[in-house]
């Protein structure tokens, strides 16, 4: 079966400096992927890239073998890929459930079907904001519902931006530190989730600091230093990979004088 | 009572205009500080093509709509790439060089000298004459207009506007197409703005460059603060008191250049304090009014008999 997303030989650069420098790796099919590396390795540019934001300077991205090179960001989510932002991204004066309804596939949102409303809006309303409900109380937001989105705790923001980018129903999800600033309760919680949509069958690129998160989460881990992959591998063989020790995870022997 | 109805008309006139350029503004983001061109332009097409080439009313006054909206577009194109400071500049030259081509352009539109004897409004063989006619007519369109934007923002298609003053990059994401709707957007602002200036120039009579300039443009953006950014009850309530507000004076007996002077230091005190006190607006954009009005209503019920169950409060 072929990889659900294919990145290859992906080049970019700010000037001079060679961000994402020819990296390659694949997404299979419902797994989760973690990609990990040093600040500055390039990890958010291969999302940024990926979802159109940025245009590579050259390389493949494919999505299930159509390539994406060249698409605006807009489109590329409308092919089925769903993103949350490491700064997180909601419409924080709207409410929570028009933050969930945005996301929504909605075939309506024209101008035309504002205007006349043939057929009545409503019913399809209704429908969307009870699927939107259901995956509130999925991550326990039910209650926010009339909230205003900058109103919720930084944890409460992140459930939303995860739960805003699963409503769409991607074909694959792309999460920027879904971990990062959220406590203990909270990153279980979102472990789970994540653990829960795999067994969905559903497909996730994870960046992530956390190391035992990613670890015990990940059927794949690649590790990008310097914009490119030194290793790619399940999260055991990884974490023993010397180039990896020596880039990003550390392999000075701790030793605690008491 | 004449004047009285006078200012009514202006009055309706004005909610159009401000209603409009809140969709604009306080909806999608985009601050815009050329609405007085398109009022201009709507006025201009809509006054020639019923004085030169004689069509009917509702004809002119449908492409004075078109012209403006079309404008719109045509401004959006080059901007869509800026945002706020820089889409306020460019919309801003954009309003001076509509004023100034009014102004140049002598062979059609007779530059400073203006367009006089602009036929009243006809429909179905009906003359819209005198005043009461006129405010009856105007007090109708005003309603449809605002009852068609309040259509058009409450609606998934409103939700994406919102979506897209909010963040522009997170509605990307989501997969909405921003030019797209930016550019809906500035028509349909614009175009009922083209339809607020022929409703001016049929009523007035006679338009020139002096009536569309940037002075006119901020009295509107001045509405849609007071009234509250994204608030449709907001503008209606902004329009309507930035048009009746100066007027008291003239019955005090002033000379008329202080007079014109002490108008514009009534919009400002008046903008001043509305941002010491009330920076959102007299009504701020509130997503759960309408839940907490009912919620009063229903919790006075219960109060007083009327409802046998406590209401639940949503927040």
């Known amino acids: 079966m072929k990889p659900l997303l294919e990145i290859e030989h992906l080049n970019k650069s700010f000037g001079g400096i060679k961000a994402v420098n020819s990296c390659s790796f694949i997404v299979p099919h419902g797994k989760i992927v973690g990609l990990i590396g040093p600040n500055g390795a390039g990890k958010t540019t291969v999302f940024n890239l990926v979802t159109g934001f940025l245009s590579s300077d050259s390389g493949k991205i494919k999505l299930d073998g159509v390539s994406l090179v060249g698409m605006s960001p807009d489109r590329i989510a409308r092919m089925g890929i769903s993103r949350t932002f490491q700064m997180i991204r909601l419409f924080p004066h709207m409410t929570v ?16 079907d504002a205007v006349f409303r043939i057929p009545p809006l409503s019913t399809e309303e209704k429908h969307n904001e009870e699927r939107c409900m259901e995956m509130l109380e999925y991550v326990g937001l039910e209650t926010k519902k009339h909230e205003k989105a900058k109103n919720l705790s930084y944890g409460q923001q992140k459930l939303l931006e995860i739960a805003r980018a699963l409503i769409a129903d991607p074909e694959i999800l792309l999460l920027d530190e879904p971990a990062a600033g959220v406590n203990l309760t909270m990153l279980k919680k979102i472990g789970d989730l994540l653990k829960k949509l795999r067994s969905q069958g559903k497909t996730i690129l994870i960046i992530e600091h956390n190391m035992e998160f990613i670890m015990n989460l990940c059927d794949t881990v690649v590790v990008l230093d310097y914009g490119q992959e030194i290793a790619v591998g399940a999260p055991h063989q990884v974490r023993k990979n010397k180039k990896v020790l020596d880039a990003y995870l550390g392999n000075i022997d701790v030793k605690i004088v008491t | ?37 398109f ?13 030169v080439i004689g069509l009917s009313w509702i004809a002119s006054v449908i492409f004075g709509i078109i012209g403006a909206a079309l404008a719109g577009v045509l401004i959006g194109i080059p901007c869509l790439r800026l945002r706020g400071d820089y889409l306020a500049i460019a919309t801003l030259g954009f309003g001076e060089i509509i004023r100034a081509v009014m102004k140049n352009w002598t062979s059609v539109t007779r530059g400073p000298l203006g367009i006089p004897g602009i036929p009243k409004p006809e429909l179905l063989g009906y003359r819209f004459a005198s005043v009461n006619e006129f405010l009856l007519l105007s007090v109708v369109i005003m309603i449809i207009s605002v009852w068609l934007i309040h259509r058009i923002i409450h609606s998934p298609f409103g939700r994406v506007l919102r979506s897209i003053r909010e963040d522009e990059i997170a509605s990307l994401s989501l997969g909405k197409d921003i030019i797209k709707y930016k550019l809906l957007a500035l028509a349909i602002g614009a175009g009922f703005a083209g339809l607020a200036g022929s409703l001016y120039a049929h009523y007035i009579t006679f338009i020139d460059p002096t009536t569309f300039t940037f002075t006119e443009t901020v009295l509107m953006v001045s509405m849609v603060v007071l009234g509250g950014m994204g608030s449709l009850t907001g503008s209606i309530i902004g329009a309507i008191i930035l048009t009746l507000l100066p007027e008291p004076i003239r019955f005090v007996q002033l000379p008329t250049n202080v007079v014109a002077a002490s108008r514009q230091i009534i919009y400002s005190v008046a903008l001043i304090l509305l941002m010491l006190f009330r920076p959102t607006g007299i009504l701020g954009e509130n997503p759960n009014r309408k839940n907490k009005i009912l919620y009063f209503f229903k919790h006075l019920a219960w109060k007083i008999g009327l409802r046998t169950n406590k209401p639940e409060q949503l927040i």
């Not at chain 2, 009572?1 to 985009?30: D, K, P, Q, W």
């Not at chain 2, 097409?45 to 019923?50: R, V």
């Open chain 2, 1 to 37: 009572m004449a004047y009285l109805e006078h200012l009514l008309v202006l009055a309706s006139i004005y909610i159009i205009l401000s209603a409009s350029l809140n969709i604009i503004i306080g909806f999608t983001g985009m601050l815009n500080l050329g609405h007085a061109a």
């Open chain 1, 97 to 112: 459930i028009d933050n969930m309804m945005l996301a929504i596939k909605n075939e309506r949102e024209g101008l035309f």
């Open chain 2, 39 to 51: 009022f201009g332009i709507g006025a201009y097409i809509s006054a020639l093509l019923a004085k």
